[in-house]
């Protein structure tokens, strides 16, 4: 009996770094046309636009204190976020807005008394910084959060507030939607 010894087949393993690039090339493609599809054609960096009618309508509904929809605001102003929450002493409307350029904002209206609803919404270190005529109403300025600033309308019946780290003028015209 003889035995033969076998030798293994030659390695067929010729792969070249050429051969990973173009392996890539064919994943990353339809990958990079994805992105590019969902962020140019179907806006995929703009923020979500969400209804605020429920939210208004819920507040209406408890008749708690008026109620005030914003009107006249162009189409840059995109409404972010919308909830109407019962809170300690009273009940809150909360609607958040991205600007025409950009910056955040939320108009909130509430009938918890102004000095619990201020510190809870502007935080302890916001100030009184004079008052402003907006739309015939006086309103007063306030600092909030850092990088922040406020509007309020103090009224008998609610508090409206409009804070953010928009310029002055967007809060403004943000005010006078709402009066």
Excluded at 88 to 113: E, F, H, M, N, W
Excluded at 144 to 162: H, K, S
């Amino acid at each position: 009996m003889d035995q033969q010894t076998v030798a293994p087949p030659p390695s067929t393993n010729t792969r070249r770094p050429r051969d990973m690039v173009l392996s890539m090339a064919v994943l990353l493609v339809p990958v990079l046309i994805i992105v590019l599809i969902y962020r140019v054609v179907q806006g995929g960096d703009q923020p979500v636009k969400v209804d605020t009618a429920p939210a208004l309508d819920q507040a209406r509904s408890v008749g708690a204190f008026p109620v005030s929809e914003p009107s006249g605001l162009d189409d840059g102003w995109r409404p972010i976020s919308a909830t109407f929450q019962t809170a300690d002493g009273g009940k809150v409307l909360r609607i958040g807005y991205v600007t025409p350029s950009g910056a955040g904002v939320q108009l909130v209206q509430s009938d918890v008394p102004a000095e619990r609803l201020l510190p809870a919404e502007l935080t302890g270190s916001g100030q009184p910084r004079g008052a402003t005529d907006i739309a015939g109403q006086s309103w007063q300025r306030y600092t909030a959060r850092p990088g922040e600033q406020a509007l309020v309308l103090l009224q008998p019946d609610r508090t409206v507030i409009v804070v953010g780290s928009a310029e002055e003028t967007e809060l403004r015209i943000l005010a006078t939607a709402v009066t």
